[in-house]
């Protein structure tokens, strides 16, 4: 028997702990929130949007490796460490990928890399022309884990800087439903009447146009882009949580601490917010993890369609668009690997949404 001391708090984390399927996912959207946060780090690409293209090293296999010409800009770029990781860095480097090459006189010679059994051209540089300040070899083998897509990039590197995208529209989406929710469903739940009338009426309204339809319509209206799509999401699903937050509310203020509040003289705003609020906070929390995993398909479906995240931004719906003909060329990984990050990330907040109803159900 558990201590009488244990607060709710506790007890629900206690029974969290037991879920093993709940753990897991916590454990793997921290990982896959880490994996983002430090995407520039590790990513092999760490140019901005890890974009470094080379056609002729398209739609390589996983585990591809080829040699690397590096000619160094005769202008560095300088940039902070803070901006490094945030944003990647701007290369002016040139990478050149050959199948062979010789140094004779100061003078590198080197033979361009051509697939399907192809000879590239041969070409020649001076290295007194490109000397470098560091000591970085000129030429070096670079390994593509994941192989690249069909513009030559890392696919490693832009799945990493993908995942990005995923956490970012969650959590801003979320955001965004829970302050507009959250007030209208306590105006509507708490006062009732011809007020609570008039907001149903909005939800409703809301509710019956189809989620992406709706989305679509406020994007085509604030524009493509990146934080146009955060608010479009985030406009959309709020009516899930104004319905909860109203149904707890109006169950809530016929309890007797709301009571003793009102006899108090305690207002309204202090009423809903420090004494109703914390007291359903559950269901809330519930909610907001299947928002999170409903917001990051929205997402990539918009991406998708060609009108969430623009290019060169790396987006895994954005992926799977330029690469879904590709299941029927033989090389279906380019599709299904971002394909799996949705799926485990979707799935790991569809799990943890479910292991948090079960620890903070007071009545099991």
Same mark, same amino acid.
């Given at each position: ?85 945030? =944003? %990647?860095? !701007?290369? #002016?480097? +040139? ?6 090459? $010789?140094?004779?006189?100061? @003078? *590198? ?81 708490? =006062? %009732?009447? !011809?007020? #609570?009338? +008039? ?6 309204? $809301?509710?019956?146009?189809? @989620? *992406? ?88 479906? +918009? ?62």
């Amino acid at each position: 028997m558990s201590k009488s001391g244990d607060s709710l708090s506790k007890l629900a984390l206690r029974k969290f702990k037991k879920n093993f399927w709940g753990v897991l996912s916590f454990w793997v959207i921290v990982s896959i929130g880490c994996l983002s946060l430090f995407a520039y780090i590790i990513a092999p690409d760490d140019s901005q949007n890890a974009n470094q293209m080379h056609l002729s090293i398209h739609s390589q296999k996983p585990g591809f490796k080829v040699q690397m010409l590096f000619v160094p800009s005769e202008s560095e770029q300088k940039q902070s460490f803070i901006s490094d990781i945030l =944003f %990647g860095k !701007k290369h #002016d480097e +040139l990478e050149i990928p050959i199948s062979e090459h $010789t140094i004779k006189n100061d @003078t *590198l010679f080197y033979t361009e890399f051509a697939s399907d059994g192809l000879i590239g051209a041969e070409k020649f540089i001076a290295l007194k022309d490109y000397a470098r300040t560091d000591s970085k070899p000129y030429v070096a083998e670079k390994a593509f884990l994941f192989g690249t897509d069909k513009y030559g990039r890392d696919l490693l590197s832009r799945v990493l800087v993908g995942s990005r995208i995923s956490f970012s529209i969650g959590f801003i989406a979320v955001f965004i439903s829970l302050v507009i929710g959250i007030f209208m469903g306590s105006v509507a739940g708490y =006062f %009732g009447g !011809k007020i #609570d009338a +008039l907001i149903m009426w909005v939800i409703n309204v $809301t509710w019956s146009i189809p @989620t *992406l339809l709706l989305v679509i319509a406020i994007t085509l209206a604030l524009g493509k882009g990146f934080w146009q799509v955060f608010i479009a999401v985030g406009l959309t699903m709020w009516v899930e949580v104004a319905r909860v937050v109203r149904g707890q509310i109006m169950s809530a203020k016929e309890m007797q601490y709301v009571t003793a509040a009102k006899a108090l003289g305690f207002h309204h705003f202090r009423i809903i917010t420090r004494h109703i609020l914390p007291n359903i906070t559950a269901p809330i929390i519930v909610i907001s993890a299947a928002n999170f995993a409903a917001a990051i398909l929205i997402e990539s479906g +918009l991406s998708f369609l060609g009108i969430g995240a623009q290019p060169p931004m790396a987006s895994w719906g954005a992926m799977i668009k330029d690469h879904y003909n590709y299941i029927i060329l033989g090389k279906p990984y380019l599709a299904i690997i971002p394909g799996l990050c949705i799926m485990i990330l979707v799935m790991a907040f569809m799990l943890i949404g479910n292991a948090l109803r079960d620890a903070l159900d007071v009545k099991s």
